[in-house]
């Protein structure tokens, strides 16, 4: 049986209209020792008093071992009539909800030795991303490696986390950011910004059975075509690595 735990909200702020960042602290002094990619269930009722739960990974960016005063971040997408959209959208600083985990198993692997990671995200599926910036700088720094990260929105406002990447990918030689936008491109498109579906863009890059290792996190329907694509490219289905958000009500 999970142990849970109280998570107290400590500060928030929209990341695009219907996407919110909340940041807590574990309210038990416990520091929650996790990994890059993995993501915590948030556990409630209903109205009706039937209990239910939802998952968000974990957007953290941390370096070194977890502290008690660490922030615990996450991206909530809003759904309308969505019964973990009534509870994040009236939660306020100081209140606390109750929380489970680490899980999941969508993190960078000690022992890959491969030459680039493809990182593939739509939606709040680039937070694990965001989580991984530290260990991606490590080993860019140590094995040489290259990223590439195709982030699709429909809209520069929807591009969450989007200057932080940026910024990241000015410093950081050997990491590249690639938005890719279905619907309209920001008034003044940077180099690597696409207009497109990343599975679209992907090939682009030409992926590369014999180098790279893609990660997919986000829309079910962007993470099936893009493993396609990957896969008619060669890569290996043990070096494509996924995993699928649903919004649930």
Known sequence: MPVHF???????????????????????????????????QVHFNYPDGKPTKRSYSVATVHEGPATPD?????????????AA??????????ERIEASGPYGRFCLMP??????????????????YRAMLPTLKRLIATRGIE?????GARTPTELL?????????????GFRFVPCYSRELPATPRADDRRGYVQ????????????DIAYLCGNPNMVDATFEVLKA?????????????????
């Open 85 to 94: 959209t009534a509870l994040f959208e009236h939660l306020q600083e100081g």
């Open 147 to 151: 990223v590439v990260l195709l982030f």
């Open 233 to 249: 490219a060669g890569l290996p289905v043990p070096h494509i690595r996924r995993e699928k958000y649903v919004s649930s009500k």
């Open 70 to 82: 660490m922030p615990i971040e996450i991206a909530v997408s809003y759904v309308a009539g969505g």
């Open 200 to 211: 679209t863009v992907l090939p682009e890059f030409a992926p590369n059975p014999e180098t």
């Open 6 to 40: 109280p998570l107290r909200l400590v500060g928030s702020r929209m990341l695009a209209p219907s996407v919110r960042h909340l940041a807590f602290v574990r309210d038990d002094g416990v520091p929650l020792d996790f990994i890059p990619g993995q993501f915590l």
């Open 161 to 173: 986390y989007g200057d932080e990447f940026a910024e990241f990918a000015a410093q950081t030689p």
């Open 111 to 128: 022992n890959d030795a491969n030459r680039r990671y493809l990182l593939i995200g739509t939606g709040t599926g680039v937070t694990p």
